[in-house]
C-alpha cells in the first residue's frame, strides 16, 4: 500500500480520519459495493473506505472540498482508470451529473456535523436517482433521522427523511475508532428512497413548510404552532388532536394536513 503523507485534520471541515479496520470492514459488509455499482463517496478524506469501495466496483466518484486532500487521493488511487475526483462542496454538487446508463446513484460518506443535515435535505431532492444512502453521521443525527412519533428526537429531519426513505440505524462507532477522536459517538445509517413513497402528499413544498413551521416551537401545541395555516377544529376534522405537541403527529397526519390545505387554497 502507498504510504499515506501526513494531513493534520482540519477543524473547519469537521475532519476525523477513520482508521479502525474493523469498522472499515464492517462498514463495507453493510454497504456490499459490488462490481457496476455507480457508487458516488462524499468526503472520502484519505481513502480509508476508498480503497474497499474502488476494489470491489472497479468504478468509483469521489467528492472532496479539502484541496490540500486531493494529491493524497491522487497518490493512491489515480492510476486506476475507474476513479474519480470531484474537487468540490458536496452541498452544491449537482448528482445529477454522475448518473450513467440511467443507472441509480449509491452514496457513501463520512458526514462532518456541521453539513450533515443541510446536505441530507440536498441529497433528498435527487432521491430519484438515488438507489441507496450509507453514512457516518454523529449518533444524534442518526437517531433524528431514524425516530419515531413520540420520540425526544423526533423532528422535522426525521419526518422529511421518512417520507421520501426507509430509514435502518445500523450500528455506533465509538470516539476511538477516529483521529482526532471527536468528542461524541458515530453512527452508520442506510438511508433508501422508496420506489412508492408510503403516503404520497399532494403538495411536498406545502408538507415541508407545515412540518418546518410545527416545529420551529416544538414544545407548543399544535393549535398554536399552526394556527396561522389551521384551525383547531379543522383539525380535530382530520382527527387529529390539536392539543398535542408536534412530536406526537404522525408523518401520515402531517401529509393529511398538508393535502386538506392544498385542497382548502
Known amino acids: 500500500m502507498t504510504d499515506i503523507p501526513f494531513?493534520?485534520?482540519?477543524?473547519?471541515?469537521?475532519?476525523?480520519?477513520?482508521?479502525d479496520h474493523g469498522v472499515i470492514q464492517r462498514i463495507i459488509r453493510s454497504i456490499h459495493p459490488k462490481e457496476g455499482d455507480n457508487l458516488v463517496e462524499i468526503g472520502p478524506g484519505q481513502g480509508a473506505i476508498t480503497e474497499y469501495l474502488l476494489d470491489n466496483a472497479g468504478e468509483l466518484d469521489v467528492i472532496e472540498?479539502?484541496?490540500?486532500?486531493?494529491?493524497?487521493?491522487?497518490?493512491?488511487?489515480?492510476?486506476?482508470?475507474?476513479?474519480?475526483?470531484?474537487?468540490?462542496?458536496?452541498?452544491?454538487?449537482?448528482?445529477?451529473s454522475l448518473q450513467k446508463n440511467e443507472e441509480p446513484l449509491r452514496l457513501v460518506g463520512n458526514l462532518p456535523y456541521n453539513i450533515s443535515t443541510p446536505l441530507i435535505f440536498h441529497l433528498l431532492q435527487f432521491q430519484g436517482l438515488i438507489s441507496d444512502m450509507h453514512f457516518m453521521l454523529q449518533k444524534e443525527v442518526v437517531e433524528r433521522l431514524a425516530a419515531q412519533a413520540g420520540d425526544k428526537?423526533?423532528?422535522r429531519l426525521g419526518i422529511m427523511a421518512q417520507y421520501y426513505c426507509r430509514v435502518?440505524?445500523?450500528?455506533?462507532?465509538?470516539?476511538?475508532?477516529?483521529?482526532?477522536?471527536?468528542?461524541?459517538?458515530?453512527a452508520i445509517v442506510r438511508l433508501t428512497p422508496y420506489?412508492?413513497?408510503?403516503?404520497?402528499?399532494?403538495n411536498v413544498e406545502l408538507l415541508e413548510r407545515v412540518v418546518r413551521e410545527a416545529f420551529q416551537q416544538r414544545?407548543?401545541?399544535?393549535?398554536?404552532?399552526?394556527?396561522?395555516?389551521?384551525?383547531?377544529?379543522?383539525?380535530?376534522?382530520?382527527?387529529?388532536d390539536p392539543t398535542s405537541r408536534p412530536e406526537r403527529i404522525?408523518?401520515?397526519?402531517?401529509?393529511?394536513?398538508a393535502d386538506y390545505l392544498n385542497d382548502k387554497s
Open 219 to 240: 414544545r407548543k401545541t399544535m393549535r398554536n404552532t399552526l394556527k396561522k395555516l389551521i384551525s383547531a377544529e379543522e383539525m380535530e376534522a382530520l382527527s387529529i
Open 7 to 19: 494531513h493534520k485534520a482540519r477543524k473547519r471541515f469537521g475532519q476525523n480520519f477513520l482508521h
Open 65 to 96: 472540498l479539502d484541496k490540500d486532500l486531493i494529491p493524497t487521493l491522487k497518490l493512491r488511487f489515480g492510476l486506476n482508470p475507474g476513479f474519480r475526483i470531484h474537487q468540490g462542496d458536496a452541498l452544491k454538487f449537482d448528482f445529477t
Open 153 to 155: 428526537h423526533y423532528g
Open 250 to 257: 404522525t408523518l401520515e397526519q402531517f401529509v393529511s394536513i
Open 195 to 202: 420506489t412508492d413513497l408510503p403516503y404520497p402528499c399532494k
Open 168 to 186: 435502518d440505524y445500523l450500528f455506533i462507532v465509538n470516539p476511538g475508532c477516529f483521529s482526532p477522536a471527536p468528542k461524541v459517538d458515530s
